[in-house]
């Protein structure tokens, strides 16, 4: 298994401004995974960060709106970028150990 | 493009009763199949998962079963508790094994004392 934060745990920002969400991992992972989850909805993939490589984006998320760094192993961090309310949301990080996977807390963005 | 579906949406039961939660899957070729519980206003917990070649899994009071070639799981949880109230999700990872969980919408269970 493998254990993980993020910070902040919540945020309320303005529109337009910017947020950087960050992920540290107890143990050093390949895989890292941003998600977002809009209120009242399921999980979507934004991106999936390996260290070393550039972030591979899904469908429908940009690197322009949603940077994202990985230095080294067990760290990474998500920027929100220009945010409008349809920008609240939770967003977790996942990390893949062996065949599972598992989440942080989450962040609680809320864009007035 | 594989789509994850969960019902019932929302299920209410009185506590000790045994439930079965359902997620079925389009596309039949997947890695694994991973359920998460979420509680709310938090992260998920993974509870269980199945390999792709793995009829079933158990811990404790769950037991998840995987039909792949009909594109269905189960999760059996046994003896409900109020503890047990939370969402539960279903996920699949692709045959590429790209490690990109595809997400079903969730069963929200409340368990009553």
């Known amino acids: 298994s493998a254990v993980i934060s993020q910070k902040p745990s919540r945020d309320i920002c303005q529109r337009g401004t910017s947020l950087t969400i960050q992920c540290q991992v107890d143990s050093q992972v390949t895989m890292m995974f941003w998600y977002r989850q809009q209120p009242g909805q399921s999980l979507t993939l934004i991106a999936t960060?390996?260290?070393?490589?550039?972030?591979?984006?899904e469908s429908g998320f940009v690197i322009d709106k949603f940077p994202i760094s990985r230095p080294n192993l067990t760290f990474s961090t998500l920027t929100v970028s220009n945010m409008s309310p349809e920008d609240s949301s939770i967003y977790l990080c996942?990390?893949?150990?062996?065949?599972?996977?598992?989440f942080g807390p989450g962040t609680r963005l809320t864009v007035l | 493009k594989q789509e994850v579906t969960q019902i019932p949406a929302a299920l209410s039961v009185p506590e000790g009763e045994n439930l079965v939660l359902n997620c079925s899957f389009t596309d039949s070729a997947i890695y694994n199949l991973q359920w998460f519980r979420q509680d709310p206003g938090k992260g998920l917990t993974s509870l269980l998962l199945i390999q792709s070649s793995q009829r079933e899994q158990t811990s404790g009071r769950l037991n998840a079963s995987l039909d792949k070639s009909s594109g269905r799981s189960t999760l059996y949880i046994a003896a409900s508790q109020p503890g047990d109230s939370a969402t539960y999700l279903c996920?699949?990872?692709?045959?590429?094994?790209?490690?990109?969980?595809?997400f079903g919408q969730g069963t929200t269970l409340q368990v009553k004392p």
């Open positions: 960060a390996n260290q070393g490589s550039e972030a591979t984006y």
């Open positions: 996920a699949v990872v692709g045959s590429s094994n790209t490690g990109k969980l595809i």
């Open positions: 996942s990390v893949k150990t062996g065949y599972e996977q598992f």
